[in-house]
């Protein structure tokens, strides 16, 4: 009777540790930007629902993310950053946003590209 508890008890533990695994998904992608001040607008423009991790390096203007794909998409990720002004992998800055940026995070534009 023990054995069947155990067998049991490990069975469902085990699927509730995949179901939960496989929800959070990490990404990394590049977002154009200069100074600290470029990281702390981005990373707070993924202050969201389902974002659970964020970190923008200055140095190779890499984006690492972990976010639970149940509520909130990469797409949504990077576009959630472009509407801050910052161009990114997925999306051009939003042109307005950019403009209002400060001087020092005002960098150096991709080119448009239509995709």
Same mark, same amino acid.
Do not use: H
């Given at each position: 009777?023990k ?11 085990? @699927? ?6 496989s929800t959070?998904?990490t990404? $990394?992608?590049? %977002? ?7 990281? %702390?607008?981005? +990373? !707070? /423009? ?6 659970? =991790?964020?970190?923008?390096s /200055? =140095?190779?203007? @890499?984006? !690492? %993310?972990?976010?639970? !794909? $149940?509520k #909130?998409?990469?797409?949504? #990720?990077?576009? @959630? #950053? /472009? ?7 997925g999306?051009y800055g939003?042109?307005? /946003?950019?403009g ?7 960098? +150096?534009?991709?080119?448009? +590209?239509?995709?």
């Open positions: 009777m054995s069947i508890f155990y067998i049991l008890f490990f069975t469902i533990f085990c @699927l509730f540790s995949c179901k939960n695994a959070e998904k990404e $990394t992608f590049k %977002v154009w930007g200069n100074c600290e001040k470029c990281k %702390v607008t981005i +990373e !707070t /423009a993924c202050n969201v629902d389902g974002v659970i =991790e964020k970190n923008w /200055a =140095e190779s203007t @890499l984006m !690492t %993310v972990k976010f639970d !794909t $149940t #909130i998409s990469l797409n949504g #990720i990077q576009e @959630l #950053i /472009a509407k801050a002004g910052y161009d990114n992998d999306y939003d042109d307005y /946003a950019y209002k940026l400060p001087d020092c995070c005002q960098y +150096e534009r991709k080119p448009f +590209e239509m995709k």
